[in-house]
C-alpha cells in the first residue's frame, strides 16, 4: 500500500500547519477561553475562505470532495494549535449527516451553507443512559398534524451554544431512529452552557413539546442508525488524528525543555533514565499515528471492518495519549501544571479526548464484540 501523500495533501499539511503556527500562539487560546462562544468567528469565516470547511462536502454540494485522509491531516494540525472551531461538531458530524441522511433539496439548502461558514451545526445525541451506545435513545419525536413534536434530553452536546442548527435525535415510528434540525432558539428547547476541559463549550439541552414542521425530518424517515455509525466512526478517526497532534506537540516541548532545565550542573537530558522516558514517549506517538492513520484508510470499509478499525484506534490512542500527557507533566516537574505553560491545557484535551465516544475500555470490549482478536498493547 502506498501511503505517501499527494502532492494536494501535502499543500493542506503545509498550509494548515503553517496558519496554526502562525496563529493559535498561547495569548490568543487565553483570550478565547473568556470568549462566550468559546471560539473565534474571525477565524472560523477564515477557515472558510481556505476552503477546509467545504473539504469534505461534494461538490455538487459545493465542497471539495475530500476524505477521511485529507480530514485527519487537517485535525492533526489543529491538536498542535489545540483549535477550539466547532470543526468537528459542524463539518466533520454535521456535514457528513446531512449527506447521508438528508433529501437532495436538504443538501443543497445545507451544506453550502456550511461551506462558506454561514452555518454552524451541532449533533445533539448523547443520553445519559445510553453510555455511549448509538442505538439508545429516549427522546421521542410524535407526528402531529403539522409535523413533529419532541421531547426529550440531551448531554454533553459540542459547540451547542453557537450552532444555528442543531441536529437531534430521536425515535420515530416503529422504533426507528430519525433526525431532526431544530432551530437555535426553538419554543421549548432550553440548554444550559459549560466550558469544555481542555477548551471550547458545549452544553446540556432539554427539549419540552418541541413543535418542527414535517420537513425538519433529515431524509424520508429511515433508520439513521446506520448512517450513525458510520459518522461516528469517522469522527473517531478525525479525533484520532487530533490526538496526535497533542502527544506530537507535547513530546516537542518536552525534549525543548529538557535540553535547557538543568539540574546538578547538566541538562535532564544527559541523564539515561530521561532519554528512556522521551524514548517511550517518541514510541507511543509514533504507535497512535498509526492507529489514527488505519481508522482513516478504513473510513469506507464494510461495516464490521471500519468499526474495527475505529474501535481499535480509539483504545489504542487513549492508552498511548495517557502515558504522553503524564510523562509530559512529569518531566517538567511543578511548571507542567502551570498557567504559564501550556502543557497543562493540552494535558486537558487528552483528557476530553478520552471521553468522547466513549474511552478506551469501551472501545476494547467493542472490538472484542465485534469479531477482533483485540488489540495489542
Not at 425515535?171 to 431532526?180: A, E, N, Y
Request: net charge neutral; hydrophobic share 45%.
Amino acid at each position: 500500500m502506498d501511503l505517501t501523500l499527494s502532492d494536494e495533501q501535502r499543500l493542506l499539511r503545509e498550509s494548515a500547519d503553517r496558519f496554526v503556527n502562525e496563529t493559535y500562539t498561547a495569548d490568543h487560546r487565553r483570550m478565547i477561553a473568556n470568549d462566550p462562544l468559546g471560539f473565534s468567528m474571525d477565524i472560523w469565516k477564515q477557515f472558510a475562505d481556505l476552503g477546509w470547511l467545504a473539504l469534505p462536502i461534494a461538490e455538487a454540494h459545493g465542497g471539495l470532495g475530500g476524505g477521511a485522509i485529507e480530514i485527519g491531516i487537517l485535525m492533526e494540525a489543529f491538536g498542535r494549535g489545540l483549535v477550539t472551531e466547532p470543526y468537528l461538531s459542524t463539518v466533520v458530524i454535521g456535514a457528513s449527516l446531512i449527506s447521508a441522511c438528508g433529501t437532495e433539496t436538504q443538501k443543497q439548502a445545507l451544506l453550502p451553507k456550511i461551506a462558506d461558514g454561514s452555518l454552524i451545526l451541532t449533533f445533539a445525541h448523547s443520553e445519559r443512559q445510553a453510555r455511549y451506545d448509538l442505538a439508545k435513545v429516549a427522546t421521542t419525536a410524535k407526528r402531529t398534524p403539522d409535523g413533529w413534536r419532541i421531547d426529550g434530553q440531551k448531554i454533553a452536546v459540542l459547540d451547542g451554544n453557537a450552532a444555528g442548527q442543531i441536529i437531534v435525535s430521536a425515535h420515530i415510528d416503529g422504533g426507528k431512529i430519525g433526525l431532526f434540525m431544530v432551530p437555535q432558539g426553538a419554543a421549548g428547547l432550553t440548554s444550559r452552557d459549560f466550558p469544555r476541559l481542555g477548551g471550547g463549550r458545549a452544553c446540556h439541552l432539554e427539549l419540552r413539546d418541541v413543535q418542527l414542521p414535517a420537513d425538519a425530518l433529515l431524509g424520508d424517515g429511515s433508520d439513521a442508525l446506520p448512517a450513525l455509525e458510520v459518522v461516528v466512526d469517522r469522527a473517531m478517526a478525525a479525533l484520532g488524528a487530533e490526538a496526535v497532534g497533542i502527544m506530537q506537540t507535547l513530546l516537542d516541548q518536552t525534549l525543548e525543555y529538557t535540553k535547557i532545565r538543568k539540574q546538578f550542573g547538566r541538562p535532564l537530558s544527559a541523564n539515561q533514565v530521561i532519554r528512556h522516558r522521551l524514548a517511550d514517549m517518541a514510541m507511543q506517538c509514533d504507535e497512535a499515528r498509526s492507529m489514527a492513520l488505519r481508522a482513516a484508510l478504513m473510513a469506507d470499509a464494510e461495516p464490521v471492518a471500519r468499526s474495527r478499525a475505529a474501535s481499535g484506534a480509539k483504545a489504542k490512542i487513549g492508552k498511548c495519549a495517557r502515558f504522553v500527557a503524564e510523562q509530559s507533566v512529569q518531566l517538567h516537574g511543578a511548571m507542567g501544571v502551570t498557567e504559564e505553560l501550556d502543557i497543562g491545557s493540552y494535558f486537558k484535551r487528552l483528557l476530553a479526548f478520552e471521553t468522547l465516544f466513549g474511552g478506551s475500555a469501551h472501545h476494547y470490549r467493542r472490538h472484542a464484540a465485534l469479531g477482533g482478536r483485540g488489540v495489542h498493547v
